[in-house]
């Protein structure tokens, strides 16, 4: 169970443009899913939760308006850069934690680099 | 806020020798859960091993086991007859228990601890 399916796992785009990116729970449902940022060799950092059927919640210091979450059902959030710049490169991983309260379950995450 | 602790940013042992990560936290819950992930080089986030506060018992894992001290606030992870394959990026993380809103099933993670296992 909790398996977690994160699209794509590479992306490499022009600064200034959009970019975004899927995760998809495969075997479960998720109405809570969690998008975090990784720099090489760093911890995760929670960026925002995913709320299915509401609004997201950011963490301090996180850009509502360039970092869009939508939770468009039970299976589906999207994280989506807009106006990309360079020092938005990193690593971006999804988790959405199973309703029985137990494993987490992780995409496995998209490299993001903007040139 | 929940904080979590590694001291530890790198760490090395000898294949099939037995090497322990540390790990603090700090809450002021008395009910929660604590994590060891694993990140290889494909970044993949593993769960090694997984322990409930409200558990007295140290989880173990097969050569995975940790010791959970409640009262200290440490959670250290113990690798038994260590392998070329447990070579990777071990993150200690916090949950806080359903509480619903926004706060159900953070994790907090720790800085990390890169283990290289030597031949």
């Known amino acids: 169970g909790a398996v977690v399916s994160q699209h794509p796992s590479w992306v490499i785009c022009k600064s200034g443009t959009s970019v975004k990116i899927e995760c998809r729970s495969l075997?479960?449902?998720?109405?809570?899913m969690f998008w975090y940022r990784q720099f090489p060799k760093q911890s995760l950092m929670l960026m925002a939760t995913s709320n299915e059927g509401s609004k997201a919640t950011y963490e301090q210091g996180v850009e509502k308006d360039k970092f869009l979450i939508n939770h468009a059902s039970l299976t589906l959030s999207t994280l989506t850069v807009t106006s990309a710049h360079p020092e938005d490169s990193s690593f971006y991983i999804c988790?959405?934690?199973?309703?029985?309260?137990?494993?987490?379950?992780f995409g496995s995450g998209t490299r993001l680099t903007v040139v | 806020a929940q904080t979590v602790t590694q001291s530890q940013p790198e760490m090395s042992v000898q294949e099939a020798e037995t090497v322990t990560l540390s790990c603090t936290y700090d809450t002021s819950e008395s009910d929660y859960y604590l994590f060891w992930y694993k990140q290889p080089p494909s970044r993949q986030m593993i769960l090694v091993i997984r322990q409930e506060a409200y558990k007295q018992q140290n989880a173990t894992e097969n050569r995975f086991s940790v010791n959970f001290q409640k009262a200290a606030k440490s959670f250290s992870l113990k690798i038994s007859d260590s392998q070329l394959g447990d070579a990777a990026m071990y993150f200690c993380?916090?949950?806080?228990?359903?509480?619903?809103?926004?706060?159900?099933?953070?994790?907090?993670f720790g800085q990390g601890t890169i283990l290289t296992v030597h031949p």
């Open positions: 988790s959405a934690p199973p309703l029985d309260r137990g494993r987490d379950g």
């Open positions: 075997d479960f449902q998720a109405t809570t």
């Open positions: 993380a916090y949950r806080s228990p359903y509480a619903g809103g926004t706060s159900y099933g953070k994790l907090t």
